[in-house]
């Protein structure tokens, strides 16, 4: 009978290594970001930012580097790059309470609802709980166990009726998942962009100039990209109005 | 003249409160479910003045009314206006209860005193519910020069711009402005009126009318009594103009209290006064431009006031008033069903500190549900004593039909006047209470009415200091950037289990066809085992195994234990099973199985080049049976 045994003292330094793989990651020096930070309190808000893009640089996954950098170009009035940096940082960190305040009061500042209207604030929380790359995660684990208890179930039908549950479980948390990241593709953060050029941005009725501008996009509104495939213009739509165009990939920031 | 904005809660509100109107039973149930949003309920401001031009020496009245479909209406936050001086006027209010339904309007009036000429704006007045904020447009009123008179002997020269000196008389310098600050008494009772009068005199012109900032105030509670009064006065041979400027204080609590220096700001012009007594002198100055002047600031002398203890003997039912008071109260109706509203109005009217009455204790009413207590307040000033009344309304809901009594309500207070307390009191009443629907609603009055936090201004939060990512996010990026085809392994690995769940039921299935594969490998393995016996000095158990693995290989094959079964019938057994080996190799296991079963059973022992040449020999016959049970 073949017996598949994995020992636990042979997990627990694949984790460890894993959680200290994530941590070293991030493991940016303190004393520069304080060293930015206190130029951003000193009102000197250009050098700081400087140093958050640095940070962003050198660490795309943090989500500090975006909220400080969105911040500073709040200060310097700049609210398009502002909601940028904010979405960036809120899209790796949804949890985040500062984040998530300062992406509201920005997009707020710009007459944009950060909660649609109608739906709860609890329900827009839950939504956004897990960032895409933690559903992806899950989605990915779910579908590890789901497998991995499958061959289980395959090499130990005995055991069948004990396999059933975890089963069910994984096969649930796999179908949420799945479905949850397909709910958010109309999150206007996914595939999203920001006004953030010269504005207003023209919205062209096609990729060209030759085209008719048919409206007109005030800087920070928030747009959802269709196709990037063109060199120059990307195609966007703007759901609440119901209209989409071209704009010049010089005005808008994927975020 | 009135400009207003109103806001509109929402609507939700107003159901909860036509729900109070028309069902009793199910108030309580509406009431819960609307109760957060009735705590803002619609409220609307408005201002007026009660003219639009006034003169630079008159002063104009503001009027700011509030009003709300709820019991208490905020007090609406008055502006920093830096061109009038504002002083309290008053307060009115309204509030009317039909079935249930609340509406308050209150009217704050203040006096304003203009400080320049030209167009000035009253900036907006805001008011603030503690969700909501209302406000007010603003209002430009036209501040001209005081029109000369015909006569100027006829009329008084208006006050606080400057003054005629009187004389020749030599005036020091800093005698030119002061102010003064006295009280009518040095003593009072917790809540007995002291009139403190601050006087502003001037005997050299202003470029505008000064700036008055009223004094701070310990163990005080004051209330201004406009107007401004003006007027010229001849002080030590100097006349001077002067202002006067009257506040009420009451003393909070027994101990000291003290009233702080009032400041009076004023420009002064800077050239000397070349005609005093030209009749149209006072506005040449007036319309001067402010910035031409010198700016002086002068202080009054502070005070110090003792507030006294009120005598022993005071009432059970003296809560601390003080003044000359009257009571009366009614009730709306005369006949109420059981679950109906009644409502009970107790009016303290009078002269004191109507601000600080306490509602009276109303008596025991088993017969009733006693709901919450709101008030109104309307406070008038006439003579500069603070005065007016004040009314509590109480709903009551009788609980029992039949004829009921509420007995009388009392109010004590410290009459002032006879320094003896009093307890005057209203009622009783009598009301004929009918058969009703219900038990009756649960009524309330206090809508949110909390004192919060007040919100000034909205910013972004500040910068973060965190340096690294939150681990379960960073590693879950990590994750998710893996090569997706990673997530292919379980999926093999749920396919080698499957196949190798189906090889194991079939090897179940099938015992024979698997030991018949075996049967060589087994054999082998007991070639070596006897190897390892002879190299041991053990010939005999070398024969004994080979013996053994003989009868198991070919019980493998056959598929029959020949362990019972004779030599030849095993031999037959295998030519119909394997027709196609060939005799040769059928008589050598005849051979090999005649000469194991010989050493092991032979009584002399077994010599090791015996069962050596018998391992050889097994060896060999086990390859050639290999391919002879193919054919």
């Known amino acids: ?255 | 003249m009135r400009k207003n904005i109103k806001i509109c809660i929402s609507t939700p509100v107003r159901y909860s409160l036509l729900a109070i109107r028309f069902s009793c039973a199910f108030v309580p149930l509406l009431l819960c479910a609307f109760a957060p949003l009735s705590l803002y309920a619609e409220f609307s401001i408005s201002a007026e003045v009660d003219r639009k031009t006034v003169e630079i020496t008159d002063s104009l009245y503001l009027t700011v009314t509030v009003s709300a479909d709820s019991a208490s209406v905020p007090e609406p936050k008055l502006p920093q206006m830096t061109n009038f001086n504002v002083y309290s006027s008053g307060r009115s209010q309204n509030i009317s209860i039909i079935n249930g339904k609340i509406a308050t309007s209150v009217s704050f009036t203040y006096v304003l005193s203009p400080m320049f000429i030209g167009r000035q704006t009253i900036p907006p007045i805001s008011v603030f519910n503690g969700k909501e904020r209302a406000m007010t447009q603003e209002i430009d009123v036209l501040v001209v020069r005081t029109a000369a008179p015909r006569d100027p002997r006829a009329r008084p020269a208006p006050a606080t711009r400057t003054a005629r000196p009187a004389t020749q008389a030599e005036v020091n310098p800093e005698d030119l402005l002061y102010l003064t600050a006295e009280t009518d008494k040095n003593a009072a009772y917790p809540n007995e009126q002291i009139t403190l009068t601050v006087k502003f005199y001037t005997a050299v012109p202003l470029t505008s009318n000064p700036q008055y900032l009223p004094p701070q105030f310990k163990n005080l509670i004051a209330e201004d009594l406009p107007p401004v009064r003006n007027g010229e006065t001849v002080i030590k041979g100097t006349r001077y103009a002067y202002s006067e400027i009257k506040t009420a204080v009451f003393g909070h609590e027994e101990g000291q209290a003290r009233i702080n220096p009032a400041v009076v700001i004023a420009q002064l012009h800077r050239e000397a006064v070349t005609d005093f007594f030209d009749p149209n002198f006072f506005q040449k100055f007036i319309s001067m431009n402010a910035a031409q002047g010198e700016r002086r600031e002068i202080k009054s002398n502070p005070l110090t006031l003792a507030i006294l203890a009120f005598p022993p003997g005071a009432p059970p039912s003296f809560k601390g008033a003080a003044g000359s008071f009257t009571i009366s109260a009614e009730l709306d109706r005369k006949e109420i069903k059981t679950g109906e509203a009644l409502n009970l109005s107790v009016k303290i009217s009078g002269s004191g500190n109507l601000k600080v009455l306490t509602a009276p204790k109303l008596p025991d009413m088993p017969d009733f549900k006693v709901y919450d207590t709101m008030s109104s307040l309307d406070i008038s000033k006439e003579n500069d004593v603070i005065g007016g009344k004040k009314v509590f309304t109480t709903i009551l809901i009788p609980r029992r039909e039949g004829r009921q009594t509420i007995p009388p309500v009392r109010f004590s207070f410290f009459d002032l006047a006879a320094k003896a307390y009093r307890e005057i009191a209203a009622g009783p009443f009598e009301v004929t209470v009918l058969k009703g629907d219900g038990e009756g609603a649960n009524v309330s009055f206090v809508r949110g009415e909390q004192v919060g936090i007040t919100p000034l201004a909205s910013d972004i939060r500040y910068v973060s200091d965190k340096a690294a990512p939150p681990p379960a996010a960073a590693l879950a990026r990590r994750i998710s950037a893996l090569p997706p085809g990673l997530n292919l392994i379980p999926v093999f690995i749920a396919f080698l289990s499957f196949w190798l769940a189906r090889a194991k039921e079939f090897r179940l299935k099938n015992p024979l066809l698997f030991r018949f594969k075996k049967a060589r490998s087994e054999a082998a393995s007991d070639l070596l085992n006897a190897r390892e016996k002879l190299k041991g000095g053990l010939p005999a158990e070398a024969a004994a195994i080979l013996y053994d693995s003989l009868l198991d290989y070919l019980s493998d094959k056959s598929g029959q234990k020949v362990s019972g079964l004779t030599r030849k019938k095993t031999l037959a057994l295998l030519k119909e099973k394997f027709p196609g080996a060939g005799d040769y190799a059928t008589g050598e296991i005849e051979d090999l199985w005649e000469n194991l079963e010989a050493l092991h059973f032979s009584p002399d022992g077994t010599p090791p080049e015996r069962a050596k040449e018998m391992i050889e020999k097994y060896l060999v016959l086990l390859d050639m049976l290999e391919k002879e049970f193919r054919k």
């Open chain 1, 1 to 255: 009978m073949l017996r598949i045994k994995v020992p636990l003292k042979n997990i627990l330094p694949a984790v460890t290594l894993a959680l200290w793989g994530a941590r070293a990651l991030s493991a940016y020096d303190r004393s520069v970001l304080a060293e930015y930070n206190d130029l951003y309190k000193n009102g000197n808000y250009q050098s700081a930012l400087e140093g958050y893009a640095d940070i962003i640089s050198k660490e795309p996954a943090n989500p500090c580097g975006f909220y400080n950098a969105g911040n500073a170009y709040f200060r310097m009035n700049k609210p398009g790059p502002a909601i940028l940096y904010y979405s960036k940082a809120w899209r790796l960190d949804p949890r985040n309470a500062d984040i998530r305040a300062n992406l509201e009061f920005a997009l707020k500042q710009t007459g944009q609802a950060f909660v649609p209207d109608g739906v709860p604030r609890v329900l827009h929380y839950l939504y956004y709980y897990l960032s895409d790359d933690e559903l992806k995660t899950a989605a990915a684990a779910a579908w590890w166990a789901l497998f991995l208890l499958v061959s289980f179930y395959f090499l130990k039908p005995k055991s069948a009726a004990g396999t059933r549950t975890p089963l069910l479980a994984a096969g649930g948390l796999l179908a949420l998942a799945g479905l949850w990241f397909i709910a958010r593709s109309v999150s206007p953060f996914r595939d999203g962009a920001v006004i953030t050029g010269e504005a207003p941005a023209r919205l062209m009725s096609g990729p060209g100039e030759n085209f008719k501008a048919y409206a007109a996009l005030p800087e920070a509104r928030l747009v959802k990209i269709l196709d990037d495939t063109d060199d120059n213009y990307y195609e966007i739509a703007i759901p609440k109005e119901g209209i989409k165009g071209w704009v010049k990939k010089t005005s808008a920031e994927k975020i």
